[in-house]
């Protein structure tokens, strides 16, 4: 009996990886890393143009679709269901272009910077990949159970924390540039 | 990340506070990061010995020999414990994971899910390669009972 257990647990290992942080976490180590000193001034950016590109996309694009989908006032339950049934359908599609910028900016990145003479850098982005499952994972709630406010919170926390990381994590890649 | 504290830990509250601290920790080593091993595995490590650093380990496993001897696994019961891939579900897995005592869940969390072999289980946990071994067969006997208990009627 143990092996189709220990089969099953293999073949589904993701889909058992059922808890999911608060986005206070999130937030928690923000706030603690923001404290700490800044690194070094003067260094080269290289990858200036994605932070900024991705920063205005994800602060513009989720502060857009958070409003979107929680209403300010309660009005009429039909309203409010109107209301959110539209945020929703704006919600994935905007949603998806959203991804879809990130891949490609994250792909340009991974052209232009990354290869053998860089190994940390290759190790970065590849973490940043192992973050991708998380995100297809929300798409698929999505899909399944619909659009909420719940689930435009988690994929909102989700795409900061992966803008976070790769903004860490390039402070650390453009030292191995320099 | 936060799957593994709260597989080891038991205790959501108690797994945020781990992967916070993990994290501000990944961040403020990430210079001392070697390549030896994967950016994931090193992530891990650091995550799993926060985890630990908030257990007793002490306390892990203060159960008695004669208690471990009495579970080791019995084959001649498998036929009672019938289950098929049909009865399982994620879902139901996960719970009978987090619902192991402590020590064993700690160990199967460890081998089972987050790859690391006995040996490496001994030297993390400071206990003896025997210890790990026996605890995760008591796992797996556990689970055994719990999944057939949660199999749908």
Known sequence: ?178 | MFNICTRMLGDRAAAEDALQEAFVSVFTKLHTFQGRASLGAWMKRIVVNKCLSLLNRRTLFTESLDEQLHEVEDESSERDWAITEADLSSERIHQAIKSLPEGCRVIFTLYQLEGYDHQEISEILGVSVSTSKSQFHRAKKLLKEKLFDLKPN
Not at chain 1, 36 to 42: I, Q
Not at chain 1, 163 to 170: A, G, I, K, Q
Request: net charge neutral; with cysteine; charged share 30%.
């Open chain 1, 1 to 178: 009996m143990w092996k189709i257990i220990a089969s099953y647990i293999d073949d589904h290992r993701e889909e058992i990886d059922l808890d999911e942080p608060g986005g206070q976490v999130w937030r928690a180590i923000e706030q603690k890393l923001d404290a700490r000193p800044e690194l070094k001034k003067g260094k080269k950016r290289y990858f200036a143009y994605y932070r900024a590109a991705a920063a205005i996309v994800l602060s513009v694009g989720l502060g857009y679709l958070l409003s979107r989908a929680i209403p300010e006032n309660d009005g009429s339950k039909l309203v409010a269901a109107m209301d959110q049934q539209e945020a929703c359908a704006d919600f994935e599609k905007k949603q998806a272009r959203m991804e879809s910028t990130f891949l490609r900016s994250e792909e340009l990145v991974k052209n232009a910077k990354t290869g053998a003479q860089y190994p940390q850098s290759s190790q970065f982005l590849s973490a940043m990949d192992s973050l991708r499952p998380a995100y297809l994972k929300l798409t698929a709630k999505i899909k399944k159970d619909g659009c909420s406010e719940e689930i435009v919170k988690q994929v909102n926390d989700h795409q900061r924390t992966r803008l976070n990381w790769m903004t860490r994590f390039s402070d650390h890649i453009e030292e191995e540039h320099q």
